[in-house]
């Protein structure tokens, strides 16, 4: 099929070039070098040849008879992306050529000769570019030396230091007259070759007092002799070990932190070569975080930290540090010093009620706690109102501030007043709260009559709702006609009576009152009141039968517990008797002894303990002075055990 198509176009290129459609029968002829053995790529023209139309096109033909390429052609429409650039170029390899041009694979003997490119425009008349291709023998391909003349095969030299001096030379063995050898760096030629010696070229590069700009520098020799036939190169590349040009903990001017509350901070290094290890320090501590990474691009590193410091770390210095591991005697790092604190926190943990009378002045305090000090405090009403107050540090304290607000209430005042503080770390999550209510007298107290010695009384009073105002309990004692015996006030509420006998039958009353006036009364009749303790006054007789009961009951006592002791002492004999048959009972270190268990501690079932706690007994000294609450235990009693009377009647104490 190729060779029908050659003949096609072979056909129609002459009888074109018959026909007289030329510009010039005699064009000049272009004598251009090919390396024998390698590609050749002949242009059409002295540069590329831009085709007019979509009806134009290009021929290929050597020694004006035999038929090579035509441009376009169904491979390269293929090729194009989209259908408004079909005369591109084709890229191989890393460098592009244009598609009008003819490739000569492995140039040999039979590939010299006259070729012709002619090109059809579609609006004007048809062009010829004559090539005459002859051969040439290649020059080699280059070594490189460094100032040791020693040959470099690896590709790249160094790792240099900032300041260090670098030797390259580059020699190719040819003895051609028109053979080129000169170097490039990153593409730009920077030294031609001259003649060392008979049949050598010679190139040298030399770099003093290197700079950053020498990293990863491209260093290519190159060797050309042709026309049309790519150069012979060999080429290295710069390596160098660099110190950090910049190191920055990036925190956008905010050293600012709240306690305990995570955030990233990244610390940047810039143009450390090798990419350095970046370790985290707050004052002497080495930072272990949960979320560190390392981010390598280009000249920058990256390292992200996430801190959530305390307070105890406040004014210490927050180090981010680089290390190259080639540069070991330097300390690259930066650092800054954190300002830990925390928003205000409220110092009531309840809702207090405040009294209010309209258009009468009202004050309420607030009191928080913050670090640093608050920049204001702002007060909320049910209505949505809001009100602002300034700051009073609380003397003797560092982080204590309270803010006080007098006003006038009105109706809309009811309900609930919040109050919030602001600092630089942001306004306080949980405001102090305060109810409003309607102002009043202060309610009548709830009192407790209680004897403490046999002619002394307590009276202990739980004041109610103050009614917006301070408030103070009163005490009034009344004979049996009426007669006013004691006035007492006090403002916690508790009253001490010394003096007072069963049979005189007194009576008192209590209230409360405050700046609004005073609570209703309440009766107290102490006659009635039960001694917590044995009466002097108690009959012969009925102290003579309590002595007997108490020695019955310490006698049933005794007898119990001598019980109890000879029970212990046969069970524990008659363990001792079975351990020669029970060889898997293992002695204790105490003494006792214990059977090897079946089963892991992990497989012991709750329930199936026999020493279980009575559901019925409580501790009664649990917020006793003593440290260590004494609890009663029965023991053989489970949780679904007959009612209680089945139990053991003697218990023991144990601390649990």
Known sequence: MFTALSTMFYGIFLSIYLSGYVVSLDPEVVVLRAVRGRDARLPCGQGKVFLDGPDSYILWLKNDRDFLYRFPN?????????????????????????????????????????????VHYQASPSLDYVIDVRLVDSPGIPRIHNELNEEIKRGYVGPLSLGANLTLICEVDDDQPDTLVYWRRNGVVIERAHTARAGVLRADVRVHNATRDELDAHYECLAQNAD????????????????????????????????????????????????????????????????????????YTVSSLTLAPSLRDSKHDLVCRAHNSHLPTSV??????????????????????????????????????????????????????TLYTSVKKVAGSHNRFTSTLTWLPRDGDLGLLLCRATNSFGEQKRPCSYTIAPGSPPHVPECVVLRSYPHSIRVQCQKGWDGGRPQTIHLELFNLDGTLLHNMSNAAGHFHLPDIEDDRNLSATVYASSARGRSESKSLHLQTITPLSASVAEDVPVRTWTRWLEACAGLVAIAAAVAAAAVCIKLIKAKRDNLEHNPDLVPRSDGSFHREPDFTREERVLGTTNITVNQLASCQNQYSASPVPGCRVLVGCGTHSPPQDS?????HSYYV
């Open 228 to 299: 049309v036939t790519e150069p012979l190169s060999a080429s290295v590349v710069v390596k160098m070990y660099l110190p950090p040009l910049n190191i920055e903990i990036r925190l956008n001017n905010n050293v600012d932190f709240e306690a305990g509350q995570p955030r990233v901070v990244d610390c940047v290094v810039v143009g450390c070569v090798p990419p350095p290890s970046i370790t985290w320090h707050l004052g002497d501590t080495l930072l272990r975080p949960s979320v560190h990474k390392e981010l390598h691009d280009g000249n």
């Open 74 to 118: 169904e491979e390269i429409e293929r090729r194009a992306v989209n259908r408004d650039r079909i005369f591109g170029t084709s890229c191989d390899a890393g460098a592009c050529y244009d598609d009008t041009s003819l490739l000569l694979k492995r140039v040999t003997e039979q590939d010299s000769g006259i070729y012709r490119c002619r």
């Open 647 to 651: 139990c053991p009647t003697s218990q």
């Open 332 to 385: 690259f790092e930066d650092k800054v010093t954190l300002n830990v604190g925390y928003r205000p926190i409220c110092l009531t943990t309840r809702e207090e009620m405040v009294g209010a009378i309209v258009q009468e002045a009202e004050t309420v305090t607030c009191a928080v706690e913050a670090s640093p000090d608050p920049l204001q405090f702002s007060w909320t009403f049910a209505d949505s109102r």
